[in-house]
């Protein structure tokens, strides 16, 4: 079957634009996490959805990130006013259920802030 | 707040040699671990899930084994073969509080093997 995707694969933008990042996860899941991967950081928890809500945002950096989910389905993800230390991969996952469930990546999104 | 170390940070063997990968963990109030690899410029492969109650865990060439208690995995590869080479992730999904399943991942090893 299908797994999670993400759109766009690659994104350049220029500092203080807007851009919106997308996930598909698995018909079904009713989990999904965003993480995100840059070079100093390594691979950090961003923000978890149960169906539409979001009940841990922690890991979000700043007021300029958010997300949101629809259906129970495909999440976006929306940082504004880029900065250049936005640069990173951005990866999406999902899962049946929370918890101890494993969880499947999608290939992530690769954000290049000029 | 949990923490993930990986070591060594990178490897690198002939082909053919058995080798093993460490892990500590330093809350063992986990769901479960779990071991990736990631190819450069790629997404994640999950390589193989323990549960906090199992032991070990096997797949083809590779085994892992959890120590929960003692906050310790290994990732074992047997006979190691060129296409192994990639970076290799422990992540553990934490059960307290309100994780609700997210993963915490070590900086992972990043494994040549050399033919």
Redesign the interface.
Known sequence: GAGVSQSPSNKVTEKGKDVELRCDPISGHT?L?W?RQSLGQ????LI?F?GNSA??K??LPSDRFSAERTGGSVSTLTIQRTQQEDSAVY?C?S?PL???????????TRLTVT | KQEVTQIPAALSVPEGENLVLNCSFTDSAIYNLQWFRQDPGKGLTSLLLIQSSQREQTSGRLNASLDKSSGRSTLYIAASQPGDSATYLCAVTSAGGTSYGKLTFGQGTILTVHP
Do not use: K, M, N, V
């Open positions: 989990a996490y993480y390594g691979l950090e928890f978890y149960q009940p841990d922690s890991g990866l996952a899962s929370t918890g101890g469930y494993e969880q499947y990546f999608g290939p992530g």
